[in-house]
């Protein structure tokens, strides 16, 4: 157990050596470290929201609305299905509850109306034996009433995707905030925690993450104005959207259709025009430009409308045909604003509305506060197992001293590497650690005096006595590593913080308590070859 081959040392010492390296960043500030070079580890532990302050949101996905979406596009695939030729004529077309009905005029098209409409459904998933499940349940009865709903798997489905879309596209803005590691994780079926550590600004926060942000682009209906279809009836296919302040207009009459939709950008960047206004440039993709060249070209002097979540933020007229596929966006735009717009916009659109549950804000001072008795109480107790070892064990107490500060800079080390942010959960994970570490080496200590007490030579005691602690070591650790795994898989937030720095602090200490420790002492041995111990 005392002989340690020339690579296992080197192995052992560079392990250690990259510990110490990788946790140094987090004992300077970041102006420092960016004077450094690129090849200088400048990764540091990032701190959670009950260590610096910051914004917690709780958010809830309004997955009906995506339901009812899905339904709503449904109920135009039908109608596109049923006017196909052969047409199979119909009425009663429109929305029940959680599905679709219509109604086939002639009774011997049933079966025809029944083909058309069941292709319409898609695979959303295999069963138990792989089999093929479809989203649609299309149901008739005699009297030529067709009923067409979602099936439980493809509803579960739609919302699941709806709620894992939310937190990338969150993800996406907040990180567009400049915002350092935000937390944000899905919590039942359709909620969502975000949680950003040091931002001072939780209304702002809300504003960009409260946007759906669908931008479409349609051409301004000029058959009439909207007090004529206020007093009359909204010609088919077009409809009436508000104006946001600032526009010339409270309302406009747009056409339904849109030219093109807010998926087809692919750069949005703020700017400034030619007027030192602020804007927002875009520019579409292949296709997007393609159809939006065509009917600028064909509206020369027609207004177009820009709308975002179905408000009208810039209504310019058509001058000459847009062929370049690049365009901007003005409407009485801060630069805040328009800086806020061009997030939005690059980060994609929500395919749901959210709706903040419940909002809280830590202050600053709160979590300086517990950073501050943290560190003391972290130096104080430190302080205190370090003399107590040194005083109980000597020499080798000053070894398993070595080992605990190897044990600390290794999960400092690794936690600034993952990027993992600290809160005080994770804190106490680590102070448990350590003490895991120091037990350890009791242990050890403990069984090398029993077997000196035994009348066994130094060596025979030494060896002995790390091989018969390893077992029960191993078994302590490995069982707190299982409750850890399981608190992470179960937990969430702080539980899941305490989980990580727990479960990476049991590897480290084994490690350091083990091999650390243990290379120390067997160096030493053979180097001193003491004929007793004084421990």
Known sequence: MLRFARWKITLVSLISLFGLIYVAPNFFNKVDLEGLPDWVPQSQIVLGLDLQGGSYLLLEVGVDVVIREKLEGLQSDVRVALRKEPRIGYTGLSLAGDSVVVRVRDLSQMEAARTRLRELAVPVGGGVFGAAQMDLDVENTDEGLFTLALTETAIAQRKLSAVQQSIEILRRRVDELGTTEPSIQRQGDSRIIIEVPGLDDPQHLKAIIGKTAKLSFHLVDMSMTVEQARQGRVP??????????????????????????????????????????AVVTFRFDTAGAKRFGKTTTENVGRPFAILLDKEVISAPRINEPILGGSGQISGNFTVQSANDLSVLLRAGALPAPLKILEERTVGAELGSDSVEAGKIAAMIGFAAVIIYIAISYGLFGVFANVALIINVALIGAVLSILGATLTLPGIAGVVLTIGMAVDANVLIFERIREEIANGKSPLNAIDVGYSRALTTILDANITTFLAAAILFQLGSGPVKGFAVTLAIGIITSVFTAFTVTRMMVALWFMRRRPASLDL
Not at 242 to 266: C, D, F, Q, W
Request: zero cysteines; proline letters at 5%; glycine letters at 12%.
């Open 236 to 277: 088919n296919g077009s409809f009436i959207a508000p104006m946001v302040e600032g526009g010339y207009a409270a309302e406009l009459l747009l056409y339904k259709r849109a030219i093109v939709s807010g998926e087809n950008l692919v750069d949005e960047q703020p700017g400034f025009s030619q007027n030192n206004e």
